[in-house]
């Protein structure tokens, strides 16, 4: 018995090679994006000297949750946290849509909303360096370093470092087609 090249057998067959070779680019392209990440998050909270960083990543208009952290205790745990609903809002993302990096050295000290002071107390922070990953098609996430011990002042290197640990996740082809 011979089998005719344009069956529709060897069009089932071919339809599932298809299928299953985007499924495993699709793979590649997470496991990537997941391991630079990783790398950014560990490199930083090393160099940074803090507790948690963290990627708050954008999965709405405003609503996102933790899926990264790099962490120098269990006990830091927030992955899978989200925002509070009515605190950030279009202004805050304005901001950060246009670049704003904030660094607050000591959340008890600092000028901010009460439910922005409320959450930051829940999670354990104390300090926080927040720098915005955007990419051409808005705001993707937040990368936020975060020291839970005592107050931290952050120094402008490692304001740049956010920067550019930001910078490099938003150019990233990986997350710029995610």
């Keep these: 018995m011979q089998i005719h090249p344009h069956s529709k057998f060897n069009q089932n067959r071919d339809r599932s090679k298809q299928g299953l ?3 495993l680019d ?22 940074l000297q803090v507790d948690r960083v963290v990627l708050y990543y954008f999965y ?3 609503e ?11 006990e830091f745990s927030i992955l899978g946290s989200t925002g509070p609903d009515d605190c950030f809002n279009n202004e805050y993302a304005a901001l950060y849509l246009a670049g704003r ?38 705001l993707w996430g937040l990368l936020v370093a975060h020291h839970c011990q005592g107050p931290h002042d952050w120094s402008p290197s490692d304001i ?13 082809r990986n997350i710029l087609e995610s």
């Design 21 to 23: 070779q985007k499924l």
């Design 26 to 47: 699709r793979l590649v392209k997470t496991m990537q994006r997941n391991e630079l990440v990783r790398q950014t998050t560990n490199q930083l909270r090393e160099s």
């Design 60 to 62: 709405g208009q405003w």
């Design 64 to 74: 996102g949750q933790v899926t990264f952290e790099s962490l120098s205790s269990k």
């Design 101 to 138: 990096v904030k660094a607050i050295a000591d959340i008890e000290l600092e000028p901010i909303q009460p439910c922005h002071r409320d959450f930051l107390c829940n999670m354990q922070v104390r300090a926080n360096l927040v720098a915005p990953i955007v990419i051409p098609r808005g």
């Design 160 to 172: 740049e470092m956010m920067q550019t640990g930001a910078q490099t996740l938003a150019t990233d």
